[in-house]
């Protein structure tokens, strides 16, 4: 077995505890002489593993009681739909746009409503987060959104904006875990677990109770109505079992490892070895606005495209694999989720020294 550092933005690093419990049930779950995969979902075995794993993240992320957790389908892309259908009641809302995720929302929403963006950073390509101390919400909001950790371009809200008593809805699809969270600050926290959490292949939403009505845009379908898997607990049909039985997994993983105050250590502690070299690097640099910066995803740059793909190359053959920077950025990115070890960050920058002293 050879397994590499894996610097994929997603899906991205499992933790390895989980793969091996995973393979060891594989062929036999706890008695059932079946796999996951095989299982009913209406099966007892399973309704016990989505109980466990409800608990386990409400356990977390400290989920308060007038919130829902729900286990969908289709996505963190498909909830840039479901959430103007569902929360649109004046047709109203206002986005922040910090990247590619926050803008294709933005966009996906205008067939809704009336969409209004109160501030951006496409100015300076994304490499910063707009003051959003005082922005023109509208009266009629229904909600503010936001892209809490932009993945391609690495910024990070260090701090929620302003929303004025409006609903606020976040993406967390790239930071989903990697710190602690007040949930009562939001009216939505959902993402794609591909990235920090689990397999691909499903969207976890937070959601406040009073935000889960009938009264949802004409037309929206069945399944694209927040109230249909909140009223049947996520089982309204075949949820994506395999996947929530491995975020389960990874759940109590972090739990073990001490919960999302260790977490956001452990992170921190990552995030500045890489961040460190940056800053005093004489061939790489960040990208960021190094107040804004993500500790999930460190973009950077040597500043010549053919040095870029060098790297890229080289850092492969010697085991740090995925590091090409998004296709609308170019350069380099190092996703450092929860799962990846801080050995395989100190193996990045061990290799970029290495890289900057031969092509000095
Ligand atoms: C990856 C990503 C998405 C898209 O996720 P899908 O599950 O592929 O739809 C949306 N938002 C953010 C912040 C992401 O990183």
Same mark, same amino acid.
């Given at each position: 077995?050879?397994?590499?550092?894996?610097?994929?933005?997603?899906?991205?690093?499992?933790?390895?505890?989980?793969?091996?419990?995973?393979?060891?049930?594989?062929?036999?779950?706890?008695?059932?002489?079946?796999?996951?995969?095989?299982?009913?979902?209406?099966?007892?075995?399973?309704?016990?593993?989505?109980?466990?794993?409800?608990?386990?993240?409400?356990?977390?992320?400290?989920?308060?009681? @007038?919130? /829902?957790?729900?286990? &969908?389908?289709?996505?963190? $892309?498909?909830? *840039?739909?479901?959430? #103007?259908?569902?929360?649109? +009641?004046?047709?109203?809302?206002?986005?922040?746009?910090?990247?590619?995720?926050?803008?294709?929302?933005?966009?996906?929403?205008?067939?809704?409503?009336?969409?209004?963006?109160?501030?951006?950073?496409?100015?300076?390509?994304?490499?910063?987060?707009?003051?959003?101390?005082?922005?023109?919400?509208?009266?009629?909001?229904?909600?503010?959104?936001?892209?809490?950790?932009?993945?391609?371009?690495?910024?990070?809200?260090?701090?929620?904006? @302003?929303? /004025?008593?409006?609903? &606020?809805?976040?993406?967390? $699809?790239?930071? *989903?875990?990697?710190? #602690?969270?007040?949930?009562? +600050?939001?009216?939505?926290?959902?993402?794609?677990?591909?990235?920090?959490?689990?397999?691909?292949?499903?969207?976890?939403?937070?959601?406040?109770?009073?935000?889960?009505?009938?009264?949802?845009?004409?037309?929206?379908?069945?399944?694209?109505?927040?109230?249909?898997?909140?009223?049947?607990?996520?089982?309204?049909?075949?949820?994506?079992?395999?996947?929530?039985?491995?975020?389960?997994?990874?759940?109590?993983?972090?739990?073990?490892?001490?919960?999302?105050?260790?977490?956001?250590?452990?992170?921190?502690?990552?995030?500045?070895?890489?961040?460190?070299?940056?800053?005093?690097?004489?061939?790489?640099?960040?990208?960021?606005?190094?107040?804004?910066?993500?500790?999930?995803?460190?973009?950077?740059?040597?500043?010549?495209?053919?040095?870029?793909?060098?790297?890229?190359?080289?850092?492969?053959?010697?085991?740090?694999?995925?590091?090409?920077?998004?296709?609308?950025?170019?350069?380099?990115?190092?996703?450092?989720?929860?799962?990846?070890?801080?050995?395989?960050?100190?193996?990045?920058?061990?290799?970029?020294?290495?890289?900057?002293?031969?092509?000095?």
């Amino acid at each position: 077995m050879s397994r590499v550092y894996n610097f994929s933005a997603g899906p991205a690093v499992l933790p390895e505890e989980v793969l091996k419990e995973v393979a060891d049930e594989m062929m036999d779950y706890r008695g059932t002489g079946m796999s996951v995969m095989e299982m009913s979902h209406r099966s007892a075995a399973f309704q016990e593993i989505i109980d466990e794993a409800e608990k386990d993240l409400r356990d977390l992320m400290n989920i308060p009681d @007038n919130y /829902k957790v729900l286990f &969908l389908q289709g996505g963190a $892309s498909q909830q *840039f739909a479901m959430i #103007p259908m569902n929360l649109m +009641k004046n047709k109203v809302a206002d986005y922040i746009v910090t990247g590619q995720w926050a803008k294709k929302a933005y966009q996906e929403a205008q067939k809704y409503g009336k969409v209004n963006k109160i501030a951006s950073s496409e100015d300076k390509t994304f490499s910063y987060i707009p003051d959003c101390s005082d922005l023109p919400v509208s009266p009629e909001a229904d909600y503010v959104y936001i892209c809490e950790n932009n993945t391609i371009y690495g910024t990070k809200f260090k701090e929620l904006p @302003n929303t /004025k008593g409006k609903t &606020l809805v976040a993406d967390v $699809s790239s930071c *989903f875990l990697s710190e #602690p969270v007040d949930v009562s +600050k939001y009216g939505i926290i959902y993402g794609g677990v591909q990235k920090n959490i689990g397999p691909a292949g499903m969207v976890i939403v937070i959601i406040r109770e009073d935000l889960i009505t009938e009264d949802v845009l004409p037309g929206t379908p069945t399944m694209l109505t927040y109230k249909t898997h909140a009223d049947a607990g996520s089982l309204y049909n075949t949820p994506n079992a395999f996947c929530i039985y491995v975020c389960g997994k990874v759940f109590k993983w972090l739990k073990a490892m001490g919960g999302l105050e260790e977490m956001k250590k452990r992170n921190e502690e990552k995030a500045k070895i890489l961040y460190d070299f940056l800053d005093e690097s004489k061939l790489f640099k960040g990208t960021v606005v190094p107040k804004d910066r993500s500790l999930m995803n460190v973009p950077f740059v040597t500043g010549d495209k053919e040095l870029d793909a060098k790297f890229v190359k080289e850092a492969s053959a010697a085991g740090l694999v995925n590091l090409k920077g998004h296709r609308t950025v170019g350069g380099m990115r190092a996703s450092i989720y929860n799962a990846m070890p801080k050995a395989g960050v100190e193996a990045l920058v061990a290799f970029m020294k290495k890289f900057e002293e031969e092509n000095a």
